[in-house]
């Protein structure tokens, strides 16, 4: 393939202009489908359209910019969260338009770039790649409905006269998606970039603890079956015993509680809450699972409270990333930052989950200042964006047809 | 004094009697100054009145049935709770009206009778006992409020044509009260008696832990501060810290949580909990708070979040009961009910505790079933009220002047 080099400055230029769809102080309010989101969109087909690629609007409005023939895929979303980092989703597509247009004026054609569309779930979750990808019908996206009452069918009406075909996969050979990392990891560690390995399965249950509601100066100790009791058993002892399963990537939250009748003078006859935990390894979720259930049958044996374990969502498989998408990626990241750069999982679920049904893909992550994200200061030093950018040009340089 | 015997029939009779006063099921509904209360006490002054006593309500309520000259006071509160169970405190009412009775036919007349008003605090708490002992002034007390609107000053106006004045303490030697346990102990250990050591006191903190609100997926967990993993590590230290400072009466619970923002795939930046604690012995609580600190220091060193410790109740001090008056009814247990009872604190509160700054005070509990009260389901067997008759006749028989 053609070599080529990108131009950061072109690259920063681009990413402020896209800012300024939707811009409110340092953020952005960009939701799919929305005034700003649509004017986001014909703005990128015009910036596709110089670079040499066909613009395309699909039927869900995912913005593809077509090289001809078979070509490499980079990017992501340009829509946001109601209160939004400028960075995101935008940050992945602005690299692939620079990515791709260099590409091009170096003589070479065989890159193509997407914004997918509702990737923020204002209407579903992944709503554009998870109907691309055949996860999601359009008839089951059509019924979808945003919180303030709008219907997927009645907001993608916005696209008659842009919309054209869904894009046959077929014409990718894989999909490159750069993303800001959205946690602290590399910004704790000081690397630059983060390779991805997989995007982590979850799982989920919802824990139902029911012991015995008391006076609390009534009631000794001894004859109690304190709800509460239980749940702090069952937390405590989950994260001593999870050390022999899990790794550093492993992570299990608390996140929701309900105590009853939760009032201060009366012991708690009943507790609701739920157990998460994520990992890349869907061998690892069930051992994480099993040391879940064992702490229970314990803590249900010791405190005398019965508790009963429901699934209330569907698990999450782990996908993993391509190992020739990763392997240009870590080679790309050690040319370009040496030794500062990690593999890692993603934590967070990205378009690149449901493109790997459909095509090899990869994964790059750049630091998020403090770990912040979906806020309006969420942010990244400029060097790393730039960083970002050089590892997925020297990725794509690689892996795009026709080298 | 003279001796006499009482007669657990019509004992047994008067309790069902007063029993059909708002009766509703198993249970009765009697609140403080409802139509069913005041037709209670109009009843309770007649009996009192045959008995051969004076019938006399004071201005906040509480209803006397005076001996003439010096006397022993016993008895508890005929009002309940909106749901009440039918013993509570009229168990402790009409066995001193039994007792009053039986004494004044065996000739002797050395034992008064009081039904305190408004215990079950529809308007306060213990409130007619608390003016009566000087811990509320009449005017503070005229200004609570039920929850349905109701002022104290105008409920008390029911009492015009039947209201006297406040009864002189000086006129008792003493106040004993026989109450229903309210809790398990006694049903667990199959004891009849409970002679009662102290009334124990309260102590409790609003506890309010600010972790780093985080996503649940890229947070990874060294690099969390969870408040809900600081909240459990606080209560499972307490649980084995207490075991060096306890005695097997001492309790301490978390009733109260609430967790900000509560959603499964947020690692909680905030976690907001009450620490009560209850003990007969000052100085034990003082120690038991000295653990909670010492805890909450060492969670706030290893999680890094910042924990506020705030009180927003007013302490409760333990009431200890008189040695002169415990000793008369644990010697009329042993006599009997031998083997069958045993020394304990109250865990709840009662009279008893407000009339302890008047004149020496003795408590006497028996057996709840299952350990259930301010229910419908509330109950003690029939042999275990007259058991605890005739221990409490047997004491006040030694501790009524004139002996």
């Known amino acids: 393939m053609t070599p080529f080099s990108v131009d950061p400055t072109r690259f920063l230029r681009d990413l402020h202009t896209l800012r300024g769809f939707g811009k409110d102080g340092n953020g952005v309010r960009r939701r799919a489908f929305t005034d700003a989101d649509m004017a986001a969109r014909d703005w990128l087909a015009g910036q596709f359209a110089d670079a040499g690629l066909t613009p395309c ?95 997927f069918a009645e907001a993608r009406e916005c696209l008659a006269g842009r919309q054209g075909d869904f894009v046959d996969p077929a014409r990718f050979n894989g999909f490159l998606e750069m993303h800001i990392e959205q946690g602290p990891a590399l910004d704790a560690s000081t690397d630059r970039i983060g390779v991805v390995t997989g995007i982590v399965g979850l799982r989920q249950v919802q824990i139902i603890v029911q012991g015995q509601q008391n006076h609390a100066g009534t009631t000794p100790m001894a004859l109690r079956r304190d709800a509460f009791t239980a ?69 249900q044996e010791e405190t005398g409270c019965t508790i009963a374990v429901e699934r209330l969502r569907q698990d999450l498989k782990p996908v993993p990333m391509d190992q020739t998408m990763q392997a240009a990626l870590t080679r790309a990241a050690e040319a370009v930052a040496p030794d500062q750069w990690r593999s890692m999982p993603s934590g967070a679920l990205h378009d690149a989950s449901n493109v790997a049904a459909l095509m090899p893909v990869g994964m790059l992550f750049v630091p998020s200042i403090n770990g912040i994200s979906h806020a309006f200061e969420e942010d990244t030093a400029e060097d790393d964006l730039v960083v970002g950018l050089q590892v997925l040009a020297d990725a794509a340089a690689h892996l795009a047809p026709g080298r």
């Open 57 to 151: 609007f699909d039927p869900v409005g995912n913005l593809f910019g077509l090289a001809p023939g078979r070509s490499l895929l980079i990017g992501s979303h340009s829509d946001t969260q109601p209160e939004g980092g400028w960075l995101d989703g935008a940050l992945g597509v602005i690299a692939a338009l620079e990515i791709a247009r260099a590409h091009g004026e170096a003589g070479g054609n065989a890159i193509s770039v997407v914004s997918f569309q509702d990737e923020e779930g204002r209407f579903g979750a992944l709503t554009g790649s998870s109907v691309w990808a055949g996860k999601l019908s359009l008839a089951q996206a059509d019924i979808l409905r945003a919180t303030d009452g709008t219907g």
């Open 231 to 299: 749940v702090t058993r069952i937390a405590t002892r989950v994260e001593d015993r999870m050390a022999n399963v899990v790794t550093p990537n492993s992570v299990w939250t608390v996140g929701h509680l309900r105590l009853e009748p939760n009032a201060s003078s009366i012991v708690p006859g009943r507790a609701t809450f739920t157990l998460q935990w994520r990992d890349a390894d869907d061998d690892r979720l069930a051992r994480m699972e099993q040391v879940i259930h064992d702490v229970i049958a314990q803590v």
